[in-house]
């Protein structure tokens, strides 16, 4: 099974095909070259191996599996706690804001007052929850009596002169609407609306006022209904979206850098992209980043623990500059290095990362013959110590020199593949890429 697998590998960007089914595969412990004239697509290739571009088509698998972020139980909970967060705004959203903040604030306050009991929680989010749901409110009249009202304030059922006999009336009040079919018209001195129990809920001087009444407990009753339709259907409608809207923003970042570092690839850039401001050695720390504490408190106190981990990875820093025989310039700042020796502290910084697999993109660029002949002779030092390189490279005789494989792009498409004697002898790649000339 190879280390690295890249299987009909196609990039696209808007019309452009920058990369069109590109198949690569690398060897544990090769060192394997893609090379192809300017705009061939090789970087390309790198930026979606490394998961700096999402590949518009085709699979990337390392060590036989494609380096993405798992999904989990905590991936599955994180959206749905979004998405029930979502749907909880929705449905506020969808709700009486000024009539909401009466119920679940301002009347529990009124209540609390008179009751002479603290406010709580709980008796907030229960007015709340009573308002959402359509369901009968108490008010405090300033004479001191207490009104049953709708929800929305716009019904008023009875007016009782304490706040529990409001209390008892409107659980009475609650069941004649959960009940109204059962509701029955009695003739005593008045004319009494009963329920099936007999108890009265509204007494009337004629059957005008009783229908009147009969149709408030329904127009409460159809609005109740409403009410929880709209209520639900916006929380499921907000769940929904928030749920799926987080795992789509968490789906897009499933392979991104970070991921295919931690699963063991690391990379240098055409571009030197060093902190030119800070020290050799600080470079090649940064590297390790995954290997110090995130304890902030034992690193702000330097705790023993915390220099000894400090010391151990300075340690291995230097090892690794010494690998790249730039370990004299340790406390030197990036910026003041020879170009060619900050290629060398590139290479360093990736390898701090401890990588399987190691991508070099054009690493012998701006440097002399001299230097080309050192740096041959580093990634074999490299390879040596069990790291496997892929390098994308233009200096031919570095190419055929230190490969074991070569792969040749051309137009985003690959023409050939094989060993270097096998490329330079394939008429198709001395046409469109060597020429004769070079090759003989």
Request: net charge neutral; glycine share 8%; aromatic share 6%.
């Given at each position: 099974?190879p ?8 990039m ?37 191996i ?12 390392f060590?036989?599996?494609e380096?993405?972020?798992?999904l ?16 909880t705004?929705?449905m ?21 007052y008179?009751t002479?009991?603290p406010?709580?929680?709980g008796q ?6 009573e308002?959402l749901?359509?369901?009968?409110a ?20 009875g ?15 609650r ?5 109204l ?22 007494s ?19 609005r ?12 499921f ?5 928030g749920a ?17 570092s ?13 902190f ?24 702000m ?7 000894q981990?400090?010391k ?10 010494k ?27 990736a390898?701090?990362?401890e ?14 013959p001299?230097e ?11 390879r ?6 892929v ?7 570095l190419?055929m ?10 137009y ?5 593949e ?6 330079r ?16």
């Amino acid at each position: 099974m190879p280390l690295l697998s890249v299987k009909d590998l196609t990039m696209r960007f808007g019309g452009l095909t920058a990369v069109k089914d590109v198949d690569i595969d690398v060897e544990a412990g090769q060192i394997v070259s893609v090379i192809g004239p300017n705009g061939a697509g090789k970087t390309t290739v790198f930026n979606a191996i490394t998961g700096i571009y999402e590949p518009t088509s085709g699979t990337i698998e390392f060590a036989g599996r494609e380096l993405v972020r798992p999904l989990n139980l905590r991936v599955i909970a994180s959206c749905a706690a979004i998405g029930i967060l979502t749907g909880t705004m929705l449905m506020l959203a969808a709700s009486n804001i000024d009539q909401l903040w009466k119920a679940a604030v301002k009347r529990p306050m009124v209540i609390a007052y008179d009751t002479k009991e603290p406010l709580t929680t709980g008796q907030m989010l229960r007015g709340a929850r009573e308002y959402l749901a359509g369901d009968l409110a108490l008010n405090r009249l300033r004479s001191g009596r207490w009104t049953i009202i709708s929800a929305d304030g716009s019904i008023t059922l009875g007016t009782e002169k304490n706040y529990e006999l409001a209390l008892a009336r409107r659980d009475l009040v609650r069941r004649a609407i959960d009940d109204l079919d059962s509701l029955q018209v009695v003739q005593a001195d008045k004319l009494e609306l009963q329920l099936a129990t007999g108890e009265t809920i509204y007494s009337a001087e004629n059957e005008a006022q009783i229908d009147f009444f009969r149709k408030q407990l329904s127009d409460i009753a159809a609005r109740a209904t409403a009410a929880s339709f709209w209520q639900i259907g916006a929380m499921f409608l907000g769940t929904i979206l928030g749920a799926a809207g987080t795992y789509v923003v968490w789906n897009r970042s499933r392979r991104v850098p970070e991921v295919i570092s931690h699963g063991g690839i690391a990379r240098t850039f055409q571009n030197i992209r060093l902190f030119p401001h800070m020290t050799v050695l600080e470079n090649v720390l940064i590297g390790m980043d995954r290997k110090f504490s995130s304890n902030v408190l034992a690193m702000m106190l330097q705790l023993p623990f915390t220099r000894q981990a400090q010391k151990n990875l300075c340690g291995q820093a230097t090892e690794l500059l010494k690998l790249l025989d730039i370990d004299s310039h340790r406390d030197d700042l990036a910026k003041n290095l020879p170009y060619g020796k900050q290629r060398r502290l590139e290479i360093a910084r990736a390898l701090a990362t401890e990588p399987k697999l190691l991508l070099l993109d054009e690493p012998a660029a701006g440097m002399n013959p001299s230097e080309s002949d050192d740096l041959m002779q580093m990634i074999r030092k490299i390879r040596d110590r069990g790291v496997t390189i892929v390098l994308i490279e233009h200096h031919m005789k570095l190419v055929m020199d230190i490969s074991d494989r070569i792969h040749v792009l051309e137009y985003g498409q690959k023409i050939a593949e094989g060993t270097p004697k096998e490329v330079r002898e394939n008429p198709r790649v001395i046409e469109a890429y060597l020429g004769k000339d070079e090759v003989s």
